[in-house]
């Protein structure tokens, strides 16, 4: 009809109008920054600082880039525009991502070619290339629509997005080599055969083991293997149980002999060492990777049972060393977060919906003091939790949706193809070091069995687990593809499984003779010893001179700041004097002095919480703000000169 021609028409002529004006944005941008002012609609308003505090250096971002827009020069290039955006947008929606076949391909109206205007059989006559419409729709369909898709046009940055849709669409073209795909292979044959051998030798055990979800050894081969690459020295994990053991004795170095002493109710510490152990599946290991890009410590974080309580101890102890390598916010001006170190975090799908700990890290993973430059996540998305169902344990559409909320990429990927995965986790990797945000794979599996392997889930699933009993494992499968690719020969095949299970019986034929190990002391705490029975008591005191000192240096304005007048009167002025007289000492001014001997004695002090700056009485008041400029100061962080110690508030 006119109107709608008109329409689409005005629609496109106002997008071009966009494109001109945004392209005059940008270069004024370019010359404002290059004569050191920020323009105003690009300014970011600082955390009460533009020079920083300790824990917080403001990343100096550098000169925009003048986004290059596609050219759209014809009604006809803005339709097809509108197409190829739809799929990137919604592709995901009608992607084939359950390995089990088992939940319909929605018709997802918004791919259709005709609500753009297009006819199927029209040619594309400027492409070089014949090709219809109904081509590019089937190509679309191949790069969002199958067993890999991803979601990232709700990212607001243009460049990011475009980054994303390019590397994406790379990436989907990218042959692996024969001798990666022969190592994921080989790992997920392992893993499937020491689930089989616990089953033949601890059938009464509950190992909470990969089967189903043996995809997810291409993630970790791929972190570990790149991780030097983009210069990271140190990796925390945290996971949950599933899974855990076969990673753990598989890529992380962990001896079956301590597992099946664990098994049998053996010993778990060295007679010396006090201590109770926990249970099979919270057993953790560190170990150094090399590579040949340099090496890479990983730890895997213990964990209680209490689903994802661990994550923000993982986050916590990667901003941690984030501290003693002085890397991010508190290394030199220049580092980025995330330089040296990297979070990894496997989520479960009912408990990743489910926790609420899980938008409370989320929400704080770009605010200052608790950001670590992103975190790479994987949910194993059994698509069950223990019974419940996807459909009764959650709202959204797919698990990772909140996601979304704090402006981070999703790759969602069938486990069926341990290919895909690792290609994943790749385009993840390179967002993650490029723009230092969250990252979520989506690894859409199943659980061979219950909850642990004692349960029964025919109770609650029984048409689910009739199609689980009667498929081939997807290491077999995967295997299978090999040969046909001829990667891998049937005997190779029998030679890792053989070789494999004669490791795993030697291990366990030296059990009874074998020593536990103890290895909670090493490292940054070698050389400390196991407090003695005895009871000691310690003077802690500080010299009367040091703590008025301390006192006063809390209080300490620079020329030129302004103070809230009331702080004046009631912070400053009133602990000068009780310095003076030694008397009326209240709590926070002695929580002051405690933290500043600490420093003076070269320990970092970390207060963490919304108000921990003024406290929530009004009672502490470490960080002052200038009235006039809304700048922040620490006065304990200025104690001396050439100070080393600070507090983080």
Known sequence: MPTTKTSVTDDCEMFKLRVVIRRMLWMKALTSVGSGRIPPYIRARFYHTNNGVFGYLPERASAPEPPVFPVVNSLDDCRRLHFINAFRRHGYRAADLDPLHMKRRPVVHELKPQLYGLDPQTELNDVGVVLRVSDLATKLESLYCEHMTAEFMHIKNWEERSWFACRFEEMQRLELRPEERHRYAEFMLKSQNLDNFLALKFPTVKRYGCEGAESMFPFFIELFDNASSYDIEDLTICMAHRGRLN??????????????????????????????????????????????????????????????????VAMGRTRARMLTKKKGDYGPIGGRNGDGVLCVQVHGDGSFTGQGTIWETLAMSQTPHFRLGGSVHMVVNNQLAYTAESSTSRSSDHTTDIAKAIDAPIIHVNGNYPDLVAKATRILMEYRHRYRKDVFLNLLCYRRWGHNELDDPHFTQPVMYKEIDSRKTIPDLYADELMDDNVMREEEKKTIIDAHTEYLNAQLHVVDRSSPVANHLKGNWSGMTQAPHSVETWDTGVDIDLLRFIGAKSVAIPDGFSVNEHLQKVHVASRIAKMQSGEGIEWSTAEALAFGSLLLQGYDVRISGQDVGRGTFSQRHAMLVDQKTDEAIIPLNNMIANQKNFIEV
């Open 247 to 312: 990673l753990l004795c598989e890529l992380m170095h962990f001896p079956p002999v301590q597992l099946f002493r664990k098994i049998r109710g053996n010993l778990e510490f060295p007679e010396h060492v006090q201590g109770v152990g926990d249970v099979l599946s919270h057993l953790t290991s560190s170990f150094d990777h090399k590579t040949d890009d340099g090496t890479v410590h990983i730890k895997m974080m213990p964990n209680p049972s209490h689903l994802e309580a661990v994550n923000p």
